[in-house]
């Protein structure tokens, strides 16, 4: 079972300051990584030489001998005060589908566009949802780029019971990725906070788990952590994979960028090193 890492593992140094693309290559590789997950972000996609940009970066890798396995479209949604508007966005998320086919990548997550409300219908939720993922599931299969629908986070399990989002129940999420023929994308965290059981809802999900994103947190918010810290039910999820026959890497959606820098190799090692007690686990080292 291959490692996958965000590309956003190291972007920034302490100081804010931008890190090279290559160096962040050198970085994952020397953790242990071999592959990794593209996140596509607005700015990225709307800047004047976006194309010459991507495929630098997919041909350093190359050159680095790292695959990019995954991508994540767009969801840095636009704000009434933004920069951008949703005809921008929607533009990026279109260029962004074309470089995850440029890349050959096996499949990009999306998320639904939900939010947490105390005024919760499912139903109107669900067409909602639904009216606004058709458009890009229609560029993706034109394009012919698998999509990946992600599982959302709740409020936290403290949170009042009266606010709920739509896309964190798994009944939720496979009648969406079913009436859009679209694939699942698993967060783990997401699932740890929205009290889903790991087991159980990944076993359900099956043959349509196309990616995961793998990560920890204490089930109140969505930290990102390295697996083994938080109090995700990582036997839960193992046994989930295994009954799925998950046959994708696992993709650590976890980064280092709030760490010292003299922090980072390690805990980046730890992160390969979890991933791979995590394979063991599944029974695919």
Known sequence: MKLCVTSDIVSKREDGSAIPFQETLRFLKNAGFEEIDFDLTVPMLLASDWREAFRLALAQAGDAGVRFRYAHLPFDYPRPDGAYDWDAFF?????????????????????????MTRDYDAAREHDEALRFLAPYRDAA???????????????????????MRYGTETDDLLRLADELDVGVCWDTGHANISAQDQRESIARIGARLLMVHVNDNFAEDDVHIAPFIGNVDWRGVADGLKAANYRGS??????????????RAGYAAYMAASARTLAEMIGNP
């Open 141 to 163: 299969r034109e394009a012919g780029l698998a999509l990946a629908l992600e599982n959302m986070r709740g409020p936290g399990r403290s949170a009042p019971k009266e606010i």
């Open 250 to 263: 696992l993709n650590l959606e976890v980064g280092c960028n709030r760490l010292p820098e003299a922090l």
């Open 91 to 115: 533009l990026a998320s279109r260029r962004a589908i074309e470089l995850a086919v440029e890349a050959g990548v096996d499949c990009a997550a999306i998320h639904p566009h939900t939010f």
